[in-house]
């Protein structure tokens, strides 16, 4: 799960949690989103979003230690049926296969975030920036493009 940050019509960043999953062969970080959601609204009309991602707690771990890292990304709707579509959409299943149904549903929609930058704290006092390249070999590795 992420933290998905957008921002409003009104000016006001709105953060909710969506399911994610990585479409290697694009590169793209992919949701699967309602048209109902404020935050489907959101990036359809102010497309820079933000996605933090963190490991759950741990038992006797302090907070502050958790290994977390923040994308900031352009994110854009994907066309029904297209081949972005199509690969967004087996990436997505492979993770949340019982999801399936929900892809039918016709007011939901496949959306592929590009990242741009990202921010990694990999424990306490760890923290470093990820330029383009960093990202690019995680997000889509070698012989995948």
């Not at 690969?87 to 019982?98: G, I, K």
């Not at 959306?111 to 923290?127: K, L, M, P, S």
Request: glycine share 8%; net charge negative; charged share 15%.
């Amino acid at each position: 799960m992420a933290a998905l940050g957008t921002l409003g019509a009104d000016g006001y960043p709105f953060v909710s949690m969506v399911p994610f999953a990585v479409d290697t062969h694009s590169g793209k970080v992919v949701i699967h989103v309602s048209g109902l959601a404020p935050h489907t609204r959101n990036l359809l009309s102010s497309p820079e979003v933000s996605l933090m991602v963190m490991q759950a707690e741990v038992a006797q771990e302090p907070v502050h230690a958790l290994p977390r890292v923040t994308l900031v990304g352009v994110a854009s709707p994907l066309d029904t049926g297209g081949d972005a579509w199509k690969s967004a959409r087996t990436a997505y299943l492979e993770r949340f296969p019982e999801a399936e149904p929900m892809t039918q549903l016709g007011d939901f929609m496949f959306v592929g975030i590009t990242i741009h930058a990202a921010h990694q704290v990999a424990g306490f006092g760890a923290a470093r920036a990820l330029d383009a390249q960093a990202i690019a070999e995680v997000l889509c590795p070698v012989g995948k493009a």
